[in-house]
Structure formats: structure tokens, C-alpha cells
Nanobody, 128 residues
Framework: QVQLVESGGGLVQAGDSLRLSCTVSGLPLSVRAMGWFRQAPGKEREVVAAVSRSSSRTYYLDSVKGRFTIAKDNTGDTMYLQMNSLKPEDTAVYYC?????????????????????WGQGTQVTVSS
């Protein structure tokens, strides 16, 4: 059974940094494409960053490009989202998501419907 557990959220001030972690169990990261999503109150869930199974290709939401970095080490069991220069509009619950993929090593999935497993979420609050 696939399980995802996020950690690292918290309350920070604008301009601060946070690093979110997503620890997986079950199948290894080497057979998974992964993503980070967020959902703010009253808004739809949106992709923040995603990485291919091979870890060589990534996708970023325009508003986080240059500030956020997704990292997946296929030799371990944890994926990260490094978030720098945080803004109040980054406030949301952040979720990690996993898609097991055997054939598509380089595909980056940016839609929530593409993912099979989800973590419980971790709250990120950025004060101005």
C-alpha cells in the first residue's frame, strides 16, 4: 500500500523560506512521478511543481518559478519542495502526490487527476 506523509509546514513571514518533505512507503521513488499541489480556502487545488519518474524533468507553476525547487532522489524515500522568498499568496495546504509509472520515465504530470495517491497535507501560512 502506498503512503505519503508530508511535513515541514508552518507559519513564516513574507520573504522567509520553508522546506516541505514528502516521505513515501510502498513502491520506491524510482518508479514514481511526483507532484506538489496546494489548495487555499475557497480555491481549487493547483499544481505547484511536478517531477518526472527519472527526476530529469520538472514543471513549475508560473508564480513560483525561480522561488520553489522540487527535488526527488530516486535512491531514497523522500521528496522535497524548497520554498524561498515566500509570499502571503503562497498560503495554502500543500499536498504531495504520487503516480506509479512503469513506461513513462520522462513525462511530467501537472493535473491532479493524473495522480493515484495523496498525502494528508501540511499547512503553510505566510504573514505579511
Amino acid at each position: 500500500q502506498v503512503q505519503l506523509v508530508e511535513s515541514g509546514g508552518g507559519l513564516v513571514q513574507a520573504g522567509d523560506s520553508l522546506r516541505l518533505s514528502c516521505t513515501v512507503s510502498g513502491l520506491p521513488l524510482s518508479v514514481r512521478a511526483m507532484g506538489w499541489f496546494r489548495q487555499a480556502p475557497g480555491k481549487e487545488r493547483e499544481v505547484v511543481a511536478a517531477v518526472s519518474r527519472s527526476s530529469s524533468r520538472t514543471y513549475y507553476l508560473d508564480s513560483v518559478k525561480g522561488r520553489f525547487t522540487i527535488a526527488k532522489d530516486n535512491t531514497g524515500d523522500t521528496m522535497y519542495l524548497q520554498m524561498n522568498s515566500l509570499k502571503p499568496e503562497d498560503t495554502a495546504v500543500y499536498y504531495c502526490a504520487s503516480r506509479t509509472t512503469i513506461l513513462n520515465r520522462e513525462t511530467v504530470y501537472s493535473a491532479a487527476a493524473d495522480y493515484q495517491s495523496w498525502g494528508q497535507g501540511t499547512q503553510v501560512t505566510v504573514s505579511s
